[in-house]
């Protein structure tokens, strides 16, 4: 009995170890389509921020890069979704330089805020919009503690693969 107890315990110890469970972060993914759906742009938040585009169902662009970088302060680190919001935008405009007389601004914008998960904390707000014939994107950098008084922007690490 003594012997098996030899052989047993060491094999329960390595197959507890074996199937431990590790936590892995997976990233969250938010998409954002223009008014017909021939544009989508699908933006994944977790490890790092990307993007990619499509055009009636084509790659356009590949899973890419998305962030800023601040001067005397640490790379972005992992980021989570805090917000997120969607909305379609119809408005007219009028440009009296222009040879024509007014403009239609149709798309879906969709606004996502994220948060860095370990200490500094930062925010950001980005602000993409899906266009029919093109799209837009906006980062917005919100007062915060992470980020007190001036700040100097040193790279935008957007990417376009």
């Known amino acids: 009995m003594k012997f098996l107890l030899h052989l047993f315990l060491p094999a329960v110890l390595f197959a507890a ?5 590790v936590t892995l972060t997976a990233a969250e993914v938010k998409t954002v389509a223009s ?9 994944s938040v977790g490890e790092t921020l ?6 009636d169902g084509k790659t356009v662009l590949a899973p ?3 962030g800023l970088t601040f001067k005397n ?9 805090a917000d997120c919001s ?4 119809r408005e007219t405009w009028s440009n009296p330089l222009s040879k024509k007389s007014t403009y239609v601004d149709h798309c879906a914008e969709m606004t996502l805020k994220v ?3 370990a200490a500094p904390k930062r925010e950001l707000i980005l602000v993409f919009r899906a266009y029919d014939d093109g799209i837009a994107l906006r980062y917005i950098v919100p ?14 690490d957007t990417q376009f693969a």
């Open 73 to 81: 302060a640490p790379a972005l680190g992992e980021m989570k979704i």
């Open 50 to 55: 990307t993007w990619s585009l499509t055009f």
């Open 64 to 66: 890419s890069r998305l």
């Open 115 to 117: 948060a860095e998960t």
């Open 17 to 21: 170890a074996a199937f431990q469970t």
């Open 143 to 156: 007062e915060q503690p992470a980020l007190p008084g001036a700040f100097v922007l040193t790279s935008d």
């Open 35 to 43: 008014p017909s759906g021939i544009v989508r742009m699908d933006v």
């Open 86 to 89: 969607v909305k379609t935008i």
